[in-house]
């Protein structure tokens, strides 16, 4: 393999490289969205965007639990209940 350095030691081809680039960007720019539209429903004192973003909220709590983050759990329906 040293001499050879079109096929690599793992058996991927080039294409996944490319393959894993584009999907990195693509996670990037979908977490940028998802962060913008989180922040704005946080932002948003009339609760017009609550009606199309209120569901955005509610992923947050999902990987809590499926992470067994009772900390979390707790603290996030400490503040639910105080507000």
Same mark, same amino acid.
């Given at each position: !393999?040293?001499?050879? +350095?079109? @096929?690599?030691? *793992?058996? !991927?081809? /080039? *294409?996944?490289?490319? #393959?894993?680039? %584009? &999907?990195?960007?693509? /996670?990037? @720019?979908?977490?940028?969205?998802? $962060?913008?539209?989180?922040?704005? &429903? $946080?932002?948003? +004192?009339?609760?017009?965007?609550?009606?199309?973003?209120?569901? %955005?909220?509610?992923?947050?709590?999902?990987?809590?639990? &499926?992470?067994?983050?009772?900390?979390?759990? $707790?603290?996030?329906?400490?503040? #639910?209940?105080? $507000?």
């Amino acid at each position: !393999y040293a001499s050879d +350095f079109s @096929t690599p030691p *793992n058996g !991927y081809g /080039r *294409n996944d490289d490319k #393959t894993n680039k %584009m &999907l990195k960007k693509l /996670r990037i @720019t979908l977490a940028i969205i998802c $962060f913008t539209l989180i922040t704005l &429903l $946080f932002l948003d +004192f009339t609760g017009a965007i609550h009606a199309w973003l209120g569901w %955005m909220a509610k992923l947050q709590f999902v990987p809590a639990i &499926l992470a067994s983050s009772f900390v979390i759990i $707790f603290a996030i329906v400490v503040i #639910t209940a105080l $507000f």
